[in-house]
């Protein structure tokens, strides 16, 4: 829920920046950011409840900017089909994340929910960062 004052504001700057890949790089940063520092917030819930408002909002912005780089750079069918393809990869990690949370937090207790997002944000990293670097704009 905390996503949605994020949007208009996110959506904003992505009309304003030249490269998209780097404001997914940076939301992706802030992602793992966060994740990483859950862990150390748990003992105080205002700060934590903060932190996932504003943590949550940017995050969200990954899927926003992401739809709006696809469509900076594509046109007609091609379009058509990375949205395709960018649909099931969301959906692809609707159905496997929660799985791997859950088995990380069996695995490793409440700490493995925090760890596992982390290993999913670095993962992003790594991919976009990757791509940014192979591809200029």
């Known amino acids: 829920m905390a996503a949605w004052p994020f949007q208009i504001p996110l959506g904003l ?4 920046v030249r ?3 780097h404001l997914l ?5 802030i992602g793992l950011a966060g994740s990483l520092f859950l862990p150390l917030l748990q003992g105080n819930w205002i ?7 504003l ?3 940017v995050v969200a912005g990954l899927y926003t900017v992401g739809l709006a780089h696809l469509g900076s750079r594509l ?3 091609d379009l058509a089909a990375a949205n395709a393809a960018f649909i099931f990869c969301y959906s692809l990690g609707m159905l496997i994340g929660p799985q791997s949370l859950g088995l990380s ?3 490793f207790g409440p700490e493995g929910f925090a ?5 999913f944000f670095a993962a992003y990293l790594v991919t976009i960062g990757t791509r940014t670097l192979r591809r200029p704009s």
């Open 13 to 16: 700057l992505s009309d304003r």
């Open 19 to 21: 490269d998209r890949r």
């Open 25 to 29: 790089l940076a939301f992706a940063a």
């Open 47 to 53: 700060l934590l409840a903060a932190v996932l408002f």
């Open 55 to 57: 943590w949550g909002g």
């Open 75 to 77: 046109r007609g069918t």
């Open 105 to 107: 937090i069996d695995l």
């Open 115 to 119: 760890y596992t997002l982390a290993a």
